[in-house]
């Protein structure tokens, strides 16, 4: 059911793509909102284990979005150079659409554990202990992801 690029020669390989994931830190979660409101809203994220995980509070806009319905979609950007001579940009992007579920252990310890990973920095061993011994504090979000492309500018394309 999900759609065909259209321009496909723009299209990312699967190496790239989950380059891109791996590579930045932040992308922004669109799920349908209050008032069937699409809500789109930023946050880190860490893609491990083939899913996209995010840390959350335990309630909110985004969490009761999910909950009501988990069908979502999440866009990170990886590049937006502005070509303002030729009133374009070379942008490289990916979208991944799947469902989003909060998580149970031992899968919520281990999603906390690779983000406390990717994010914490050259921040001491005991800091990090300290910080996953506390991690029921707060909800790990997963997305399985059903679709899953990238695109980039026709100026990236080899
Ligand atoms: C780069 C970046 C990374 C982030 N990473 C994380 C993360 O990993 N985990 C996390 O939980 N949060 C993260 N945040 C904060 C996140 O964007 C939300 O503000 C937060 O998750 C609360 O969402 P909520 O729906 O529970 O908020 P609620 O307070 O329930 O939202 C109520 C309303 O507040 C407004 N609102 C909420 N968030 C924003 C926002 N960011 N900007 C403008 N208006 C807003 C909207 O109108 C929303 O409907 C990040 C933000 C940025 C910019």
Redesign the pocket.
Known sequence: MFREMRRNIQALPDDEIIAVLNLN??GVLACR??DDYP?A?????IYFNKKIY????K???????IVKDPKVSFAVIDEDTILSETYTSAFRSVIAFGKARITENPEHTEAFMALVEKYSGDQPEESKKHIVAHCERACIVAIDIEHLTGKQAKEFVK
């Open positions: 830190s932040n909102g209050d809500y809203v930023p946050l880190n994220y995010f840390h959350s509070a309630l909110g806009h985004k969490l009761d979005s």
